[in-house]
């Protein structure tokens, strides 16, 4: 795609997608980031990046997909501008968004939306990726994690484990069996999994993760404390209710020592 167009068009009058990342149109003075808004060019000149690279477009087409399920962007656009570039760069760069289920009561809500639009993009990005990636492995699955998690937000869970799948065989050639990558996947697979009715295929994927988890973060992790949680989510589906319990405790109590107890997830965890 290229980044920019002729002089002379009546660019007004039509939307033109012209990439995923910040763009500017050739003579316009004014700029869109994915997920921020309209930016001038002295604001995309101060981000204080020699190059504009795909890592780049791999977040932009993250939010892209986030606002297609959601219907909203990661952080609220009006309140990034406000806070002027600076803090707008800050927010994006160290604080982490909503992720899209918190957004959505059931996979039913996204499903109540005309999804066509977004199954498509998934559709042809996900067979883009397996052909023209293929010499950019982390890429292709980092790629493929963010296509998996959309497609499991629509309720297509067969897709979404596909998906995962292909980013953990990826993940595991490139950085060998353990890495923060597949064990992302792995915990992802174990979501579809628990969609799909596979409890015993759940368990056996959210333990790798968990264990992954352990040998990179340690003990006392936000990322272990989510394995733990999912993990109680597998045992009870089979049934295993007093092991599901403690373990569920277990990651009760760590978050609490991480966040706090004023934190709102905590209190969300408390109720159920």
């Not at 932009?60 to 501008?81: C, R």
């Amino acid at each position: 795609m290229s980044g920019s167009f002729a002089d002379g068009q009546e660019l007004d009058k039509c939307t033109k997608i012209i990439g995923f990342g910040s763009e500017c149109l050739t003579g316009r003075e004014d700029c869109f980031l994915a997920g921020c808004g309209p930016l001038s060019k002295t604001e995309i000149a101060s981000l204080k990046v020699k190059l504009l690279q795909f890592n780049h477009d791999i977040y932009s087409l993250g939010v892209l997909l986030y606002e297609l399920l959601t219907g909203k962007t990661p952080f609220d656009s009006k309140e990034l501008l406000e806070a002027g570039f600076d803090a707008m760069r800050r927010t994006i760069q160290e604080k982490e968004p909503e992720r899209p289920s918190t957004k959505l009561s059931s996979p039913e809500v996204a499903l109540g939306r005309d999804t066509s639009l977004l199954r498509e993009i998934l559709d042809k990005t996900a067979k883009r990726v397996g052909k023209e990636l293929q010499d950019q492995p982390e890429v292709q699955a980092a790629l493929l994690n963010i296509i998996g998690n959309t497609y499991h937000g629509i309720g297509e869970y067969a897709q979404g484990e596909a998906m995962q799948r292909q980013a953990l065989a990826l993940w595991r050639r490139v950085f060998s069996n353990e890495s923060a990558g597949a064990a992302d996947s792995l915990l992802h697979l174990g979501s579809d999994f628990f969609e799909e009715g596979k409890s015993s295929e759940m368990e056996t994927v959210v333990r790798e993760s968990l264990e992954m988890r352990r040998k990179l973060y340690g003990n006392e992790n936000r990322d272990v404390a989510e394995c733990l949680s999912v993990l109680g989510l597998a045992l009870d589906r089979e049934g295993k209710l007093v092991e599901a319990e403690a373990v569920q405790r277990e990651a009760l109590a760590m978050r609490r020592r991480l966040l706090g107890n004023d934190h709102k997830g905590i209190h969300l965890l408390d109720e159920k």
